[in-house]
């Protein structure tokens, strides 16, 4: 059974049209993150919460956003998405800091702008 | 600073061949966790093994086996007898004693059968 479930799969918005994507975790892990891929890149680390510790990269753009209403989800808010906001966005999740345990990676939600 | 090179971007062997996966990392640090990850098609990214900065063992699991190398930095993979399946981008990662994940930029495998 998927441990990480990303929905929707596939998402397609309009330019600068609000979109939301969401994670789901089965695992009741303390670390969540989003990771933004874009074609034959390496995945690159938006934000990440431990617990609802809120940790932004430094160099997220502010029209990402993140929301972690409780252990289980996890949101991804891009409030005005760009042509250049295409990618995969992965969720992952991880037990707790410090103790090297891998992440689980969900299958991604494709998110396409028109 | 973390940091994970694969300098190979792409790679392409007949089944049945092996091939290894090259990761080269830099970290200042004396913990460290070094992961291989493989993400086929579908998107999604499957761990395949973690090694300790302790811990310089090979590892062996049935068709996969890993070289761990601290004096040169390196945590090397190799896929013995390949198979189609076996097609994917491979990615090396680093964690540190933080929460993050350093990811080198893949490396894409195609089998040929």
């Known amino acids: 059974d998927a441990m990480v479930i990303q929905n929707p799969r596939y998402q397609v918005t309009q330019f600068g049209k609000p979109v939301t994507l969401s994670c789901s975790q089965t695992?009741?892990?303390?670390?969540m993150y989003w990771y933004q891929q874009k074609s034959s890149q390496a995945p690159k680390l938006l934000f990440h919460?431990?617990?609802?510790?809120?940790?932004n990269e430094a160099d997220t753009p502010d029209n990402f956003q993140s929301r972690r209403p409780n252990t289980s989800f996890c949101f991804l808010d891009i409030r005005s998405p760009g042509l250049g906001d295409a990618a995969m966005y992965l969720c992952?999740?991880?037990?707790?800091?410090?103790?090297?345990?891998?992440?689980?990676f969900g299958q991604g939600t494709r998110l396409t702008v028109v | 600073a973390q940091k994970v090179t694969q300098a190979q971007t792409e790679i392409s062997v007949v089944e049945k061949e092996d091939v290894t996966l090259d990761c080269v990392y830099e970290?200042?640090?004396?913990?460290?966790?070094l992961f291989w990850y493989k993400q086929p098609p579908s998107g999604e990214l499957v761990f395949l093994i973690r090694?300790?900065?302790?811990?310089?063992q090979n590892e062996i699991s049935g068709r996969y086996s890993w070289n761990f190398q601290k004096s040169t930095s390196s945590f090397n993979f190799t896929i013995t007898a390949s198979q189609v399946v076996d097609s994917a981008v491979y990615f090396c990662?680093?964690?540190?004693?933080?929460?993050?994940?350093?990811f080198g930029t893949g490396t894409s495998l195609t089998v040929i059968p």
């Open positions: 090694r300790n900065s302790f811990d310089e």
């Open positions: 990662a680093l964690s540190d004693s933080g929460n993050q994940f350093y």
């Open positions: 970290t200042r640090d004396t913990t460290y966790y």
């Open positions: 695992l009741n892990h303390n670390v």
């Open positions: 992952a999740t991880s037990r707790r800091t410090g103790s090297g345990t891998e992440a689980f």
């Open positions: 919460y431990y617990d609802k510790d809120f940790n």
